[in-house]
């Protein structure tokens, strides 16, 4: 379906930021190569709202038939679980929630829902999601809504819970949401004055600023900043009073949004720091050149891999994120792929095959002896953890760190 009008403002005065071309659902993992490469595909083109400043897709495709057979456990990357439990303890020191009730929406297989086990009663935390992967945090005994959230269900979640909640969270999701004025709707029903939400998102400009155009992909329906957030947020009564960035996320550096109804007519100080940076970034024109630098860092990566494979070396990658599809169907079509194998440890991926390209994904130790001479981590919001598994491993192919610029390894 195409997008003619912008998700937040309703404004259709749209312009076109980046076109990655025809690709198919990034966590689309298929049983064969030959199912993988016959995959649908949809435009991936991002497109800029002039009036309110968010990014968006230009097609979106249905939450139904993106998260029908979803194949991402957040629970498999321990820099993630990490994080969440960093998160949790600022959340606690900052805002005092033992024994209070927790809503997470877009609750996957309960990652962070289970950081909470030092500070609030499993029959306090309470989780939503569409996806298939949502029965295992229902396994794991938590009230889980298997569904998108919206007002009617938000009306459901109220009387079976009981009450409001203290702290909601959305934690790399309120960008996969299309109805977004639904959901505004349904957050007034679901918190009080008491209520902190926060919302953790990949930050905008750090994508154009860094190159992070592979965290494009038909699940993140929107790119978020903190200009767009502020124009939705007090359209319904609610204040942003506070910004925290990270360098980890599900999906790369982030930015959290705390949210509250409104209390005050003033920004806080942080909020006018970061408007003013982002009217600086806008002024700049960092929107006119990135699909030029996008090309130009594509053609360095397939010059490091042609010099690669001309002198008898084999390419694999590490890692099967949505942003890897997003990645390697940028850089490859099914008759030019020059990827041997990937490696992953989320067992529902091994020896399925990635969306597009028909590459099989193996575990770490067949790829490990499968004689790989130059590996490209496509978990490369995780940079730090990886490179330094590669040297404790003492593994034997050289490791590409592919963004956010080319940088080769060697044991």
């Known amino acids: 379906m195409k997008s003619s009008k912008c998700r937040f403002c309703r404004s259709e005065d749209l312009h076109d930021v980046i076109d990655l071309g025809k690709q198919p659902l990034a966590n689309a993992f298929s049983t064969s190569a030959k199912k993988s490469i016959n995959l649908n595909r949809y435009d991936l083109k991002v497109v800029r709202c002039k009036r309110c400043n968010l990014c968006q897709l230009s097609e979106i495709v249905h939450w139904s038939e993106i998260y029908n057979n979803y194949s991402y456990l957040s629970s498999s990357s321990k820099p993630l679980v990490d994080h969440y439990k960093k998160l949790v303890s600022r959340l606690d020191e900052k805002y005092s929630i033992k024994n209070s009730y927790i809503l997470d929406v877009g609750c996957n297989d309960g990652i962070l829902l289970d950081c909470y086990d030092q500070i609030t009663p499993k029959n306090k935390r309470v989780g939503v999601d569409p996806s298939s992967v949502a029965k295992l945090a229902k396994e794991k005994g938590y009230q889980v809504f298997n569904s998108p959230l919206n007002l009617a269900l938000s009306e459901q979640i109220i009387l079976s819970v009981g009450n409001k909640f203290k702290i909601i969270t959305f934690t790399n999701v309120f960008a996969h949401i299309d109805d977004i004025h639904e959901i505004m709707k349904s957050l007034r029903k679901l918190m009080n004055e008491d209520t902190i939400l926060i919302i953790e998102a990949p930050y905008l400009y750090e994508m154009l600023d860094n190159k992070y155009f592979d965290t494009i992909y038909h699940e993140h329906y929107s790119y978020l900043s903190l200009l767009p957030m502020l124009m939705l947020m007090e359209e319904y009564g609610f204040e942003i009073f506070y910004v925290e960035h990270s360098n980890i996320g599900a999906s790369g550096p982030n930015l ?14 942080i909020i006018k720091t970061t408007i003013a940076y982002e009217l600086k970034k806008i002024k700049s024109g960092i929107f006119d050149n990135y699909q030029k630098s996008i090309e130009k860092w594509k053609k360095s990566l397939i010059e490091l891999i042609d010099e690669e494979v001309k002198s008898g070396g084999v390419i694999g990658c590490i890692g099967s994120p949505a942003k890897g599809s997003t990645l390697l169907n940028f850089m490859f079509s099914p008759l030019n792929n020059k990827i ?38 496509l ?33």
Request: charged residues 25%; hydrophobic residues 35%.
């Open 256 to 269: 959290a949004y705390h949210v509250r109804f409104k209390t005050k007519n003033d920004y806080t100080e």
């Open 340 to 377: 041997k194998f990937i490696s992953e440890v989320n067992p529902i991926k091994i020896n399925s095959y990635l969306p597009g390209l028909g590459i099989k994904i193996v575990s770490e130790s067949e790829f490990e002896s499968s004689g790989i001479t130059l590996a490209i981590l």
């Open 379 to 411: 978990t490369w919001n995780y940079r730090d953890f990886f490179i330094e598994k590669y040297k404790q491993k003492k593994s034997s192919y050289k490791l590409v760190v592919p963004l956010p610029e080319l940088n080769v390894y060697k044991n």
